[in-house]
């Protein structure tokens, strides 16, 4: 599932959506490492979620060159 996150917050830059994304996978698996690393990169995400949104949009107009 993180690596659908991460396709997903690429391919469509909605950071809201990937965030509910990390949502489901802390909820899955809450007591493993992939749920606390998602936890974390959540709050990472929603802390600079402008600059997140900016990365996502520099990078896909890179490929879409």
């Given at each position: 599932?993180?690596?659908?996150?991460?396709?997903?917050?690429?391919?469509?830059?909605?950071?809201?959506?990937?965030?509910l994304m990390l949502d489901k996978?802390?909820?899955?698996?809450?007591?493993?490492?992939?749920?606390?690393?998602?936890?974390?990169?959540?709050?990472?995400?929603?802390?600079?979620?402008?600059r997140v949104k900016a990365r996502v949009d520099a990078d896909r107009?890179?490929?879409?060159?």
């Amino acid at each position: 599932m993180m690596e659908e996150f991460r396709a997903y917050l690429d391919s469509t830059g909605d950071v809201d959506g990937a965030v509910l994304m990390l949502d489901k996978v802390v909820e899955l698996a809450p007591d493993t490492e992939t749920g606390r690393y998602a936890s974390l990169f959540k709050i990472g995400i929603l802390a600079n979620k402008d600059r997140v949104k900016a990365r996502v949009d520099a990078d896909r107009k890179k490929q879409d060159k």
